[in-house]
């Protein structure tokens, strides 16, 4: 009998199949795409829902500010 793969191994083999085809594409091999780990959650209710789009859809815009983007000079200044 064939075992379903977890959630983790989901992710896993997802954000490591796309890093490949990244790098392979980009002609970058070793580069990390992802960062390491994930948030694993059961979204209950719509609103919880909606709130974890909303996340997701500004989340992009927070990468200027982040500490681990190199182009942020006074993030980069903090560690």
Same mark, same amino acid.
């Given at each position: 009998m064939?075992? !379903?793969p977890t959630l983790g191994q989901i992710v896993? %083999?997802?954000k490591y199949e796309t890093t490949r085809r990244i790098n392979r594409a980009r002609n970058m091999a070793g580069t990390r %795409?992802?960062?390491r780990g994930f948030y694993e959650h $059961?979204?209950?209710t719509q609103r919880e829902l909606d709130a974890?789009?909303?996340y997701i $859809? @500004? @989340?992009p815009r927070q990468w200027a500010l982040d500490r681990d983007n190199p !182009?942020? $000079?006074a993030g980069s200044m903090t560690q």
């Open positions: 064939t075992r !379903k896993a %083999f997802h %795409f992802w960062q $059961i979204v209950r974890i789009r909303r $859809i @500004n @989340n !182009k942020n $000079i």
